[in-house]
């Protein structure tokens, strides 16, 4: 049974001759309202890092005495509020606009005007996980998936997509599904 378009909001204009080649519409994914503060948050630490380690550097310059180690304490605070922003604000605007529909043959990745369709009997490798300690969560995510395509192909999907476990349990049983048959 194909697709209708109306099972689906918002249909993106690069699906629209496919929709019989995709199956039934099944769920929506997007990269949440949640994002927006997440990359303000980053922009605010960012600046502040910086502007903090700019004006430390700046009063200690100026002041002839040597570096105590609580100044070089601050610095290093600073610094980390700095480059912590910096992660923030580079997977928030790398997420931004990011859109996962899932039919009933393939799932279908837009972002940015670009499309990747990832066939349910074309992936060879699922991967997910949801990492423990804090350095691990900075660096990749809350919870992160990864799909392989034959052709070698690696689509990531992490937690700035609204409900990614949900997607991450979707594809699992799909994926499942597919093994036993």
């Given amino acids: 049974m194909s697709s209708e378009v109306t099972d689906l909001p918002d249909l993106p204009p690069e699906l629209e001759g496919a929709m019989s080649d995709l199956g039934r519409f099944r769920a929506e994914y997007r990269a949440g309202w949640g994002l927006l503060l997440y990359m303000i948050l980053g922009l605010v630490l960012l600046v502040a890092g910086a502007s903090t380690t700019l004006l430390l550097g700046y009063f200690a ?7 105590d180690v609580g100044i070089i304490k601050v610095v ?15 997977r928030s605007v790398r997420a931004w606009g990011a ?5 009933e043959r393939c799932l279908v990745f837009l972002k940015g005007g670009k499309l990747r369709v990832f066939g349910w009997h074309e992936i060879t490798a699922f991967e997910q996980k949801s990492p423990k300690g804090y350095w691990e969560k900075m660096v990749h995510s809350s919870y992160w998936m990864t799909l392989r395509r ?8 992490d ?8 997607l991450g349990s979707r594809v699992e049983q799909e994926l499942a599904r597919r093994q036993e048959a």
């Fill in 61 to 67: 310059a100026a002041d002839d005495r040597h570096f």
């Fill in 159 to 166: 937690a700035y997509v609204e409900r990614a476990k949900d």
């Fill in 99 to 103: 859109r996962v529909l899932v039919f």
């Fill in 76 to 90: 290093v605070f600073t610094i980390a509020l700095m480059v912590g922003g910096m992660f923030m604000t580079y």
């Fill in 150 to 157: 034959k052709d070698g192909a690696v689509l990531r999907i």
